[in-house]
């Protein structure tokens, strides 16, 4: 009698247990489906947001930069900063430089390829 007053003790705070389990695993899914939703409306604003920026910008400059974004893990445009081209760290010479800072043109880094901009 008593195993079986023990196995039914064991049950209940097994019991306990998975309640617990479940209201946790209930209150953290509520949390990542509410974080989904915000990261979701948080990705329409930057889509509408960049579809915004990106209108006025040149259909061929747009597809370059898309093509060097692919090609460059994502980042195609690179500061110049302390002489050198900010994302693979080349120095760049003075005319490239002022080139960056004042083209009409895209100037593109002669290392890594990115185009540069100076501010
Ligand atoms: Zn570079």
């Known amino acids: 009698m008593l195993r079986v007053e023990a196995a039914q003790a064991d049950l209940l705070s097994v019991l306990d247990d998975?309640?617990?389990?479940?209201?946790?695993l209930s209150d953290e899914n509520k949390k990542l489906i509410a974080d989904?939703?915000?990261l979701s409306r948080d990705l329409?604003?930057?889509?509408?947001?960049?579809?915004a920026t990106i209108s006025p910008v040149d259909t061929v400059i747009l597809?370059?930069?898309e093509t060097l974004r692919k090609q460059r893990r994502g980042l195609a445009v690179a500061e110049?900063?302390?002489?050198?081209?900010?994302?693979?760290?080349?120095?760049?010479?003075?005319a490239l430089q002022q080139s960056a800072r004042h083209a009409t043109e895209l100037v593109y880094?002669?290392?890594?390829?990115?185009?540069?901009y100076a501010g």
């Open 80 to 94: 110049v900063s302390e002489n050198a081209c900010r994302a693979c760290g080349t120095t760049l010479n003075a």
């Open 18 to 24: 998975l309640k617990q389990i479940q209201t946790r």
């Open 63 to 65: 597809k370059t930069y």
């Open 36 to 38: 989904q939703e915000s």
């Open 44 to 51: 329409a604003d930057l889509q509408a947001e960049r579809n």
């Open 109 to 116: 880094c002669p290392s890594c390829g990115r185009i540069l």
